[in-house]
């Protein structure tokens, strides 16, 4: 079983002045069974434009998302539901993806009745496991969300998403809303609970040190696209696209970067508007390498080396 994302582009368009937003433009990217996919990238680069479309709440303008075998957007309307029961999204905030006038344990609840995993006096008894499985006592169930800490708030995000069995969970920022001190806590729970039930994830994240921690390949994105691809060492030890090089750099900590002679200078100038992109690399109005035909030509990804990937002609291999 595998998640195979095949030339995906998303628009959008502001009905008041008809201007295009190009969201993604063609990612194409296949993920095995059992493995995690980090995604890093700028705000605004399409990371949680990507997962809205591979969870199902966004539709593609072009492209298909297939999960085990089905294209997602070619299912009938009778069959969301059993996807949505294997394909689950935990988002950055906890506070404001939870009913803060509903207690912890009917927010759990809620995804066991609506997915019919269990009989109605089995429910109570789900949720206490699902809360003892990511790391809290079932008493909890009958708080409300502002009565929690952000890391609770954030294992009750996990809880519910858990209740209907997934096999895929899109995890978007899940710990870059929390403090220092908790981040690890959720962390570790993540690849326990990966471990545990044979979770496949996509994890995204701007945090490149998460990203290495928990992922087994990572794909850079830069405006819409994929820029860099390839499993953690080659991307955060032998970075070659200077975008991932410049996002490397831009780290507080280089202690986990094999190769420092490889970083390139920091980012300069800002990220062009996505509805107005540069013509050819939409990245060269601020690459250190870039030449004259790289304002015309639009680069594809090439494999540098085994299961390497770099959308950039002027980095050699």
């Keep these: ?98 009913n803060p006038r509903q207690q912890l344990g009917e927010s759990i609840a809620e995804a066991l009745r609506v997915h019919k995993l269990v009989t109605k006096d089995k429910i109570e008894t789900r949720v206490d496991e699902l809360l003892s499985i990511v790391g809290l006592t079932p008493d909890l169930k009958h708080r409300y969300p502002p009565q929690l800490s952000g890391g609770q708030r954030q294992r009750v995000s996990i809880a519910r998403a858990l209740a209907s069995e997934p096999e895929l969970l899109i995890l978007d920022e899940p710990v870059s809303a929390l403090d220092v001190s908790v981040r690890a806590e959720v962390m570790n729970l993540l690849i326990d609970l990966r471990s545990k039930f044979g979770l496949t994830y996509i994890f995204i994240s701007h945090d490149l040190g998460m990203i290495r921690y928990i992922s087994d390949v990572i794909a850079v994105m830069y405006l819409g696209k994929i820029v860099e691809y390839g499993n953690w060492e080659q991307i955060i030890e032998r970075p070659m696209h200077p975008y991932t090089q410049a996002l490397i750099a831009a780290m507080p900590d280089h202690s986990i970067i094999g190769n420092p002679e490889t970083l390139a200078k920091t980012l300069q100038g800002e990220v062009p508007d996505p509805a107005n992109l540069p013509t050819g690399c939409a990245f060269h109005v601020r690459c250190s390498i870039a030449v004259g035909a790289c304002s015309e030509r639009v680069p594809v990804l090439l494999e540098m080396s085994p299961e390497h990937l770099v959308a950039c002609p002027e980095v050699k291999s």
């Design 1 to 98: 079983m595998s998640l195979v994302i095949s030339n995906i582009e998303k628009q959008y368009k502001i009905l008041a002045t008809g201007t295009v937003i190009n969201a993604l433009n063609g990612i194409s990217v296949t993920l095995r069974k059992g493995q995690t996919l980090g995604i890093v990238g700028e705000s605004g680069c399409g990371k949680s434009t990507l997962a809205r479309v591979v969870s199902g709440l966004e539709k593609p303008t072009i492209g298909t998302v297939t999960w085990a075998n089905e294209k997602i957007k070619d299912k009938a309307k009778n069959h969301w539901r059993p996807h949505h029961s294997k394909v689950q999204l935990v988002f950055q905030d906890p506070y404001s993806s939870l």
